[in-house]
C-alpha cells in the first residue's frame, strides 16, 4: 500500500500545477522507505529503510533550527511576528496577542530553534529525553497547523516519529552502527564548512585584490578595475558597466574583452559586494549616484564622453537616475535584460508570495553560507562566467560567504520598495536595449516596457534580440556575449553622427 501511494505520487508530480512543499517531500520519503521495510525479506535491508526515516528526521530538524539561527529576523525576535501578519499564513488573533506582548513570541522562536537544533539528542539513548522531544516537535507540528492553515504537515510529519522512537531505544541502537555514522557525517559536514569558511576569509583579507580601490565623500570604499581601448579613436568613450542582482564585476569581463578593443572600459561592485564596502546601510542605493558619480570623475577626464552599461538590475538603476551633477558628457546608456517595475509589478501585482519567494531564496543563501555550507555550491556559478583560474578561485570564495547575499536580499528589498512606490525614468539619451532570446519568448511584458523605453528615447535607440540566450547567458556565454558586445560597438558608432547633429543644431 505504502509503495504504492509513492507510485502515484510520483507519477501525478509533475502535472501539479502548484508544485509540492515539505509534506509531499516527507510523505513521498516514508511511504517508500516503510514500502521497503514491508516488502523486503532482508534484515539488514529492513533496518536500513527505518533507520533512513529516522535520520531523515534528525537531520531536516537540525538543519531547520540551524538555519533559523543564523537568519535575522529569528534573531530580532521578527520572524513569528511576520508569519502570522500574513495573510497566507497568518492567524490575526495570535498575530495581536505577540504584538503585544512580544516576550511570548521571543520564547516560541527560542524554543522552537532549541527543540529543532537539539532534536539529533533523541539518539543518545535517554528514553526519556527522547519521548520529551517527540512530545515536543509533535506538538509544534499541531501549533503550525492550527495557527497557520498547514494541516498536511501534520500527518506527514508526525509519521517520522515512530521510526525515531524505535531507533532511539537502546536495543536497537546498539545494534546498528547508523547512529555513529549519523552523528560523524553532521559532525564532519559542519566541521568542513566551518573550515572552509575560514580559509575563505582569510584568502578575502589577504589575496591581491583585482583592480583598485577608491574611497568616495561618502565614506564607501569602492572595487574597480579600468580597461583601456586598446585602439585609441577620435570617438572613444568609457563605458561604466553596472552589475546585475548578486553578481560581480567579474561576469563583465568577456563583454569587456570585445568592447575595450574601441573603448574604455570600466567594471566595477557596489558596496556590499566583494571588496566594495560603505558606511551606509547594506545594500542601501542612498548614496547610489553618488558613488558612482564620484567613479566616474576619478577615472574620465572631464571632456572624454561616457557611457553607462547596465544588466538586470544595474539596467534598472542606470535607467531610473539622473546624474544630472556629472562634470563628464553622458553620451548613451545601455540596457542588458534590465529588471523593470512596471512589468514586475504588472506580473505579479497582489502576488506577495512570488517576492517572498525570492526573499526566501536569498535569506537561505545567506544563512546556509553562514553555518559554513557554501562549499557544497555548485563551481559552474562562477566557472562558467571567467576563464581565469585565479578569478575563478576568488569567485568561488565570494560566493561562499553570506556577505554577498546579504548585500543582495538588501537590494531586493530596495527594488520591490521602489516597485510598489513606482519609479519614472530620468534618462533622456539615446538608449541600446538587449533582449535574451528567452526573456523574449517568456516575458511579453517586459518587451512592452522596453518598447516604451525605445519610444521615448533619441535616435538611433533600438531593441535587439540575442537569440537563445539565458537571462545570465547574456553576459557569461561566450558567444552570447561576443554578440551583445558587437551590438554595444555597432550602436556606439550609430550614436556618433547623431551627436554630431545635435552639435550642429
Given at each position: 500500500m505504502a509503495l504504492s501511494?509513492?507510485?502515484?505520487?510520483?507519477?501525478?508530480?509533475?502535472?501539479?500545477?502548484?508544485?509540492?512543499?515539505?509534506?509531499d517531500q516527507v510523505r513521498f520519503l516514508v511511504n517508500t522507505l516503510i514500502g521497503v521495510h514491508r516488502v523486503a525479506d532482508s534484515e539488514k535491508i529492513r533496518r536500513a529503510?527505518?533507520?533512513?526515516?529516522?535520520?531523515?528526521a534528525g537531520l531536516s530538524y537540525f538543519v531547520s533550527g540551524a538555519t533559523k539561527i543564523s537568519g535575522s529576523d529569528w534573531r530580532s525576535n521578527q520572524a513569528l511576528l511576520g508569519v502570522?501578519?500574513?495573510?497566507?499564513?497568518?492567524?490575526?488573533?495570535?498575530?495581536?496577542?505577540?504584538?503585544?506582548?512580544?516576550?511570548?513570541?521571543?520564547?516560541?522562536?527560542?524554543?522552537?530553534?532549541?527543540?529543532?537544533?537539539?532534536?539529533?539528542?533523541?539518539?543518545?539513548?535517554?528514553k526519556s529525553l527522547t519521548n520529551l522531544l517527540v512530545v515536543g516537535v509533535s506538538g509544534m507540528h499541531l501549533s503550525i497547523g492550527y495557527f497557520m492553515g498547514l494541516n498536511r504537515f501534520i500527518p506527514a510529519f508526525l509519521s517520522l516519529q515512530p521510526a525515531v522512537m524505535f531507533c532511539a531505544d537502546r536495543n536497537s541502537r546498539n545494534e546498528s552502527p547508523l547512529p555513529k555514522m549519523y552523528l560523524a557525517t553532521v559532525a564532519a559536514v559542519l566541521g568542513a564548512g566551518a573550515t572552509v569558511r575560514l580559509c575563505d576569509r582569510h584568502m578575502m583579507k589577504s589575496a591581491p585584490i583585482f583592480g583598485k580601490v577608491l574611497y568616495t565623500a561618502s565614506g564607501a570604499k569602492i572595487n574597480y578595475e579600468h580597461f583601456e581601448a586598446r585602439t585609441v579613436g577620435e570617438h572613444t568613450k568609457t563605458i561604466y558597466f553596472e552589475n546585475g542582482l548578486s553578481a560581480s564585476k567579474e561576469y563583465w569581463l568577456k563583454i569587456?574583452?570585445?568592447?575595450s578593443r574601441e573603448h574604455n572600459c570600466v567594471i566595477y561592485d557596489r558596496p556590499g559586494f566583494g571588496y566594495s564596502m560603505s558606511s551606509a546601510?547594506?545594500?542601501?542605493?542612498?548614496?547610489?549616484?553618488?558613488n558612482l558619480q564620484a567613479l566616474i570623475e576619478a577615472t574620465t577626464p572631464p571632456e572624454q564622453d561616457v557611457v553607462l552599461c547596465g544588466h538586470s538590475l544595474g539596467g534598472h538603476l542606470i535607467d531610473?537616475?539622473?546624474?544630472?551633477?556629472?562634470?563628464?558628457?553622458?553620451?548613451?546608456?545601455?540596457?542588458?535584460?534590465?529588471?523593470?517595475?512596471?512589468?514586475?509589478?504588472?506580473?505579479?501585482?497582489?502576488?506577495?508570495?512570488?517576492?517572498?519567494?525570492?526573499?526566501?531564496?536569498?535569506?537561505?543563501m545567506s544563512s546556509n553560507t553562514y553555518i559554513g555550507l557554501g562549499w557544497m555550491l555548485d563551481p559552474a556559478l562562477w566557472q562558467n562566467a571567467v576563464s581565469s583560474t585565479a578569478r575563478a578561485r576568488y569567485l568561488g570564495r565570494l560566493y561562499r560567504q553570506p556577505a554577498i547575499w546579504r548585500a543582495s536580499r538588501a537590494e531586493w528589498s530596495e527594488y520591490l520598495?521602489?516597485?510598489?512606490?513606482?519609479?519614472?525614468?530620468?534618462?533622456?539619451?539615446?538608449?541600446?536595449?538587449?533582449?535574451?532570446?528567452?526573456?523574449?519568448?517568456?516575458?511579453?511584458?517586459?518587451?512592452?516596457?522596453?518598447?516604451?523605453?525605445?519610444?521615448?528615447?533619441?535616435?538611433?535607440?533600438?531593441?535587439?534580440?540575442?537569440?537563445?540566450?539565458?537571462?545570465?547567458g547574456l553576459l557569461s556565454t561566450t558567444d552570447h556575449a561576443r554578440n551583445a558586445a558587437d551590438q554595444i560597438v555597432n550602436f556606439l558608432k550609430e550614436v556618433e553622427p547623431q551627436l554630431g547633429k545635435s552639435h550642429e543644431s
Open positions: 501511494l509513492a507510485a502515484i505520487q510520483l507519477v501525478t508530480a509533475p502535472k501539479s500545477n502548484v508544485g509540492g512543499d515539505g509534506s529503510a527505518i533507520w533512513a526515516v529516522a535520520l531523515q502570522m501578519r500574513t495573510r497566507a499564513y497568518g492567524h490575526k488573533r495570535m498575530w495581536e496577542m505577540i504584538r503585544k506582548h512580544p516576550q511570548v513570541s521571543r520564547f516560541l522562536e527560542i524554543s522552537t530553534i532549541g527543540l529543532e537544533v537539539s532534536y539529533p539528542l533523541a539518539f543518545v539513548g535517554n569587456v574583452e570585445e568592447v546601510q547594506l545594500g542601501s542605493w542612498q548614496d547610489y549616484e553618488a531610473t537616475r539622473g546624474f544630472r551633477t556629472l562634470k563628464q558628457p553622458l553620451r548613451a546608456t545601455i540596457l542588458l535584460d534590465p529588471a523593470s517595475p512596471e512589468a514586475y509589478r504588472e506580473q505579479h501585482e497582489g502576488d506577495e508570495a512570488k517576492d517572498d519567494g525570492f526573499d526566501r531564496s536569498l535569506r537561505s520598495r521602489e516597485v510598489r512606490n513606482g519609479v519614472r525614468r530620468k534618462s533622456h539619451y539615446p538608449v541600446l536595449i538587449i533582449v535574451a532570446g528567452q526573456t523574449k519568448q517568456r516575458n511579453s511584458s517586459y518587451l512592452d516596457t522596453y518598447r516604451g523605453i525605445i519610444d521615448s528615447a533619441p535616435g538611433p535607440s533600438r531593441l535587439v534580440t540575442v537569440e537563445g540566450a539565458t537571462h545570465d
